[in-house]
T-cell receptor
Framework: GAGVSQSPSNKVTEKGKDVELRCDPISGHTALYWYRQSLGQGLEFLIY????????KSGLPSDRFSAERTGGSVSTLTIQRTQQEDSAVYLC??????????????FGPGTRLTVT | EDKVVQSPLSLVVHEGDTVTLNCSYE??????LLWYKQEKKAPTFLFMLTSSGIEKKSGRLSSILDKKELFSILNITATQTGDSAVYLCAEGSGGSNYKLTFGKGTLLTVNP
């Protein structure tokens, strides 16, 4: 079946512009994560959504970052007034209902963001 | 602050070699330790370890956890070029049952 999809796969933007990254989780998956991976680094937790509960936004690095999940499915990560240090790969992962969290994460292919 | 340290950062071997990748962690309220393989962008799950001394095995890959010494190893025997990837270690701990702290990864290159 279809896996987690993310769009765009690559995004080049100028410093100061806003960008929106999209994640389509696997149908029926109730939990969703966003991570950031800078060059040579591990995955950095950004935000976690679980069902209708309030999201855990504790990993968002600044108030320029925000994320929402509409209808418990598609999620968008928005970065306002992008800075060069925002350049990274942004990964989304989803988890099926009833799965043992955080074990069964299905990752998308990521969006590579380059801020010039 | 929890910390996960992987070593070596990179490793180059020849096909057929056996490799051992290391992951040490400093945590409070340890829950689990996970290994992922990352080719290109998307990590894929390999193992989750929660108990000391119990080896998890999948084909040529195996992993074990030592909760006393706070480390885990990932072994790959008879390496193949398809094993070339970044191997990520992550630990879940603390007050949440869903947050993972990742190490920087080990870049493994297997040459023919």
């Amino acid at each position: 079946g279809a896996g987690v999809s993310q769009s765009p796969s690559n995004k080049v933007t100028e410093k100061g512009k806003d960008v929106e990254l999209r994640c389509d989780p696997i149908s029926g998956h109730t939990a969703l994560y966003w991570y950031r991976q800078s060059l040579g680094q591990g995955l950095e937790f950004l935000i976690y959504f679980q069902g209708n509960s309030a999201p855990d936004k504790s990993g968002l690095p600044s108030d320029r970052f925000s994320a929402e999940r509409t209808g418990g499915s598609v999620s968008t990560l928005t970065i306002q007034r992008t800075q060069q240090e925002d350049s990274a790969v942004y990964l989304c992962a989803s988890i099926p209902a009833g799965a043992q969290i955080p074990y069964e994460q299905y990752f998308g292919p990521g969006t590579r963001l380059t801020v010039t | 602050e929890d910390k996960v340290v992987q070593s070596p950062l990179s490793l180059v071997v020849h096909e057929g070699d056996t490799v051992t990748l290391n992951c040490s962690y400093e945590v409070t309220n340890f829950r689990s330790l996970l290994w992922y393989k990352q080719e290109k962008k998307a990590p894929t799950f390999l193992f989750m370890l929660t108990s000391s001394g119990i080896e998890k095995k999948s084909g040529r890959l195996s992993s074990i956890l030592d909760k006393k010494e706070l480390f885990s190893i990932l072994n790959i025997t008879a390496t193949q070029t398809g094993d070339s990837a970044v191997y990520l270690c992550a630990e879940g701990s603390g007050g949440s049952n869903y947050k993972l702290t990742f190490g920087k990864g080990t870049l493994l290159t297997v040459n023919p």
